[in-house]
């Protein structure tokens, strides 16, 4: 039982790349978010699912895009990276809402 | 929309000494309160939450948390604490949106030998 992973671990791109992050649960969760977390700024949701198929915005979602293919996975796209979006991402997962989330071990990401 | 607000960014303390981390919240409707620890380099881990029920919230690691509706406060305590408890604490709420969590900006624990 690895819980939630995320893929990559650290990632350095430059100005207009894009790349997709990988979130992935084995406990069988509805529930799935993406956040980022700033110095001084605390955890900021930026999507979230509540199903398979399903997303929303959060707090911060411009810029980003998802997808919730396989109940398992969600994957979060940064179609054009901009050096504002450098932080750590974090994914979670819960089996429904509001209950206890569990958190991946995070991604960071640096733009150039 | 709900906020938090953690209003020390910072707690020095000695080990065995007790200690508080302050959260207030704002909000019109039901919430749902949670307290996160963040270990250097890690995820969050969840160390207790409130849903309902008794105000008093037991956690692991000996934290507890009391839910205080008419201050809109969500205090995290220990009692004692230990080296292992240095880490950074993260208060969260859930409310009229319950899809929705939004976290404090985080105290950072220092407890010194």
């Known amino acids: 039982n690895a819980g939630v992973t995320q893929t990559p671990k650290f990632r350095v791109l430059k100005t207009g790349q894009s790349m997709t992050l990988l979130c992935a649960q084995d406990?069988?969760?509805?529930?799935m978010y993406w956040y980022r977390q700033d110095p001084g700024m605390g955890l900021r949701l930026i999507h979230y699912?509540?199903?398979?198929?399903?997303?929303a915005k959060g707090e911060v979602p411009d810029g980003y895009n998802v997808s919730r293919l396989k109940k398992q996975n969600f994957l979060l796209g940064l179609e054009s990276a901009a050096p504002s979006q450098t932080s750590v991402y974090f994914c979670?997962?819960?089996?429904?809402?509001?209950?206890?989330?569990?958190f991946g071990p995070g991604t960071r990401l640096l733009v150039l | 929309a709900q906020s938090v607000t953690q209003l020390d960014s910072q707690v020095p303390v000695f080990e065995e000494a007790p200690v508080e981390l302050r959260c207030n919240y704002s909000?019109?409707?039901?919430?749902?309160l949670f307290w996160y620890v963040q270990y250097p380099n890690q995820g969050l881990q969840l160390l207790l939450k409130?849903?309902?029920?008794?105000?008093l919230v037991k956690g692991i690691n000996g934290f507890e948390a009391e839910f205080n509706k008419s201050q809109t406060s969500f205090h995290l305590r220990k009692p004692s604490v230990h080296i292992s408890d240095t880490a950074e604490y993260f208060c969260?709420?859930?409310?009229?949106?319950?899809?929705?969590?939004?976290f404090g900006s985080g105290t950072k624990l220092n407890v010194k030998p």
């Open positions: 909000s019109s409707v039901s919430v749902y």
């Open positions: 969260a709420v859930s409310g009229d949106n319950f899809n929705k969590f939004y």
């Open positions: 409130y849903l309902s029920g008794s105000t």
């Open positions: 699912s509540v199903g398979e198929g399903t997303t």
């Open positions: 979670a997962s819960s089996f429904s809402s509001p209950e206890t989330q569990y």
């Open positions: 406990m069988n969760h509805e529930y």
